[in-house]
C-alpha cells in the first residue's frame, strides 16, 4: 500500500492564482482531512470528508474547496490565494472518525503565496 | 469544541534521560481519544501513543508512557532512555466527534 499520497511536494502560487492540492490514498478508509500547519504551529483543520459525497467544515475553511466523489481521493481547491495561506499541507485518512484510531498523513505540501 | 495547549514551546535532554512533556486539553465531548503524534524533521507525522478517555490505565508503548489525569484533563507523555532519535516536534492531540485538535506543538532535542 502507498498510504496516503500527496502531489505536489511544493507550489509557489501567485497572490490570486487557483490551484488544488490532490491527495489520495489508497486503505479504503471512508474518513479524510484536510489540515494546514503554519510555521511553528500545530495542524488546523480545514475540511474533513466522512465518505464519498460529503463533506464538512473544520476549523479554518474560508478560501479553500473540497470535493470527494470517490473514497480515494480528496482534492482541496484554493481559490484566489492570498499570502496568509503559506502554510504546510497535510492529507489525512482514517478508518473511522471520532475514534481511538489513528490518522494516517501524507507527507505535506508546501505551499508559498507570493 | 475542543481545544489543546501545550506549555512548553522548546524542551532538551541528555542522552538517556527521561523527559516529559505536558498537555492539556478541554472538551465538551463525553467520548473521546487523546495522542501524541511525532514529527522528525521529515515532517512526516507519526503516532508515538495513544489513550482511550474512558479508560484510567495509562497508555504505555515501550519507552513511551503518559500521565492521564481526566479530572484535570492533563495527558502528559514521558519518553524514558531517551534517543537521538527522538528529536523532533511533538503534538499533543484530542479527538472528538469528527475531528481532531492539535497543541501548538514542544520541539523536544536530545543531545548526546
Known amino acids: 500500500n502507498a498510504g496516503v499520497t500527496q502531489t505536489p511536494k511544493f507550489r509557489i502560487l501567485k497572490i490570486g492564482q487557483s490551484m488544488t492540492l490532490q491527495c489520495a490514498q489508497d486503505?479504503?478508509?471512508?474518513?479524510m482531512y484536510w489540515y494546514r500547519q503554519d510555521p511553528g504551529m500545530g495542524l488546523k483543520l480545514i475540511y474533513y470528508?466522512?465518505?464519498?459525497?460529503?463533506?464538512d467544515k473544520g476549523e479554518v475553511p474560508n478560501g479553500y474547496n473540497v470535493s470527494r466523489s470517490t473514497t480515494e481521493d480528496f482534492p482541496l481547491r484554493l481559490e484566489l490565494a492570498a499570502p496568509s495561506q503559506t502554510s504546510v499541507y497535510f492529507c489525512?485518512?482514517?478508518?473511522?472518525?471520532?475514534?481511538?484510531?489513528?490518522?494516517?498523513f501524507g507527507p505535506g505540501t508546501r505551499l508559498t503565496v507570493t | 469544541a475542543q481545544t489543546v495547549t501545550q506549555s512548553q514551546p522548546e524542551m532538551s535532554v541528555q542522552e538517556a534521560e527521561t523527559v516529559t512533556l505536558s498537555c492539556t486539553y478541554d472538551?465538551?465531548?463525553?467520548?473521546?481519544?487523546l495522542f501524541w503524534y511525532k514529527q522528525p524533521p521529515s515532517r512526516q507525522m507519526i503516532l508515538v501513543i495513544r489513550?482511550?478517555?474512558?479508560?484510567?490505565q495509562n497508555a504505555t508503548e515501550n519507552r513511551f508512557s503518559v500521565n492521564f489525569q481526566k479530572a484535570a484533563k492533563s495527558f502528559s507523555l514521558k519518553i524514558s532512555d531517551s534517543q537521538l532519535g527522538d528529536t523532533a516536534m511533538y503534538f499533543c492531540?484530542?479527538?472528538?466527534?469528527?475531528?481532531?485538535?492539535f497543541g501548538a506543538g514542544t520541539r523536544l532535542t536530545v543531545k548526546p
Open positions: 492531540a484530542s479527538s472528538g466527534d469528527n475531528d481532531m485538535r
Open positions: 486503505m479504503n478508509h471512508n474518513y
Open positions: 470528508s466522512v465518505g464519498a459525497g460529503i463533506t
Open positions: 489525512a485518512s482514517c478508518t473511522t472518525g471520532g475514534s481511538f484510531y489513528e490518522q494516517y
Open positions: 472538551t465538551s465531548e463525553n467520548n473521546y481519544y
Open positions: 489513550q482511550e478517555a474512558y479508560k484510567q
